[in-house]
């Protein structure tokens, strides 16, 4: 049974320009999850995406954008790359569209990205 | 609002001794509390979740915690520490709806042998 997977691993950008990346939920999962984690930091909550439809936002500027498909699985998206956007992005899943609290969420193993 | 604090940002204990990583929240309604571990270059695993009902939860591999809603905290502690605990642990709440999740910033912790 596959876990939540993340492409790619890692992934290097230069400023101003745009990046997807890529996640596909543990198997049986409907909702995913989207953080940034800062190095030395904990992971920022981005937004969750339900039924093909963003569901809840973090504190975030609109340059990140999402999409979830039919099958579950989800891009991140953001445009015009700043210095700052460098980070781990975490995909996490779980079921059934419900709050966080019954459901544990699953997380993959982050995209690396780095902006020059 | 949901906010997590962990104190202390490094932790070493030698092995066999007790781990205590320290967790306070703040919350306008009761929270729902977990504690992940991240080991390096991977994702979060889920160690031990509190909802509702008995207060002391018990996790995987011997950690536990204990939810006291008068100190608003969820301190995680394990009796004698392994090697293999060595990593970075986080503490998190969410609000019952449940839709937005809130990380403290981390403890590493670390096993002296």
């Known amino acids: 049974d596959a876990g939540v997977t993340q492409s790619p691993t890692h992934l290097i950008k230069t400023r101003g320009q745009q990046v997807t990346l890529r996640c596909s939920p543990k198997s049986g999962h409907d909702t995913v999850s989207w953080y940034q984690q800062a190095l030395g930091q904990g992971p920022q909550f981005i937004f969750q995406?339900?039924?093909?439809?963003?569901?809840q936002r973090g504190n975030f500027p609109d340059r990140f954008s999402g999409h979830q498909f039919p099958n579950y699985s989800s891009e991140l998206n953001v445009n015009a790359l700043l210095l700052g956007d460098s980070a781990l992005y975490l995909c996490?899943?779980?079921?059934?569209?419900?709050?966080?609290?019954?459901?544990?969420?699953?997380f993959g193993d982050g995209t690396r990205l780095s902006i020059l | 609002a949901q906010s997590v604090t962990q104190l202390g940002s490094h932790v070493s204990v030698s092995e066999g001794a007790l781990v205590l990583l320290r967790c306070n929240y703040s919350?306008?309604?009761?929270?729902?509390l977990f504690w992940y571990v991240q080991y390096p270059n991977q994702g979060l695993q889920l160690l031990l979740k509190y909802t509702t009902g008995a207060t002391l939860v018990k996790g995987i591999n011997g950690f536990e915690a204990e939810f006291k809603k008068s100190e608003t905290s969820f301190h995680l502690t394990k009796p004698s520490a392994h090697m293999s605990d060595a990593a970075e642990y986080f503490c998190a709440v969410s609000d019952p709806t449940g839709n937005q999740f809130y990380f403290g910033t981390g403890t590493s912790l670390t096993v002296i042998p």
């Open positions: 996490a899943s779980s079921l059934a569209g419900r709050g966080f609290g019954n459901q544990p969420q699953h």
């Open positions: 919350s306008s309604v009761p929270p729902y």
């Open positions: 995406y339900y039924e093909e439809e963003e569901r």
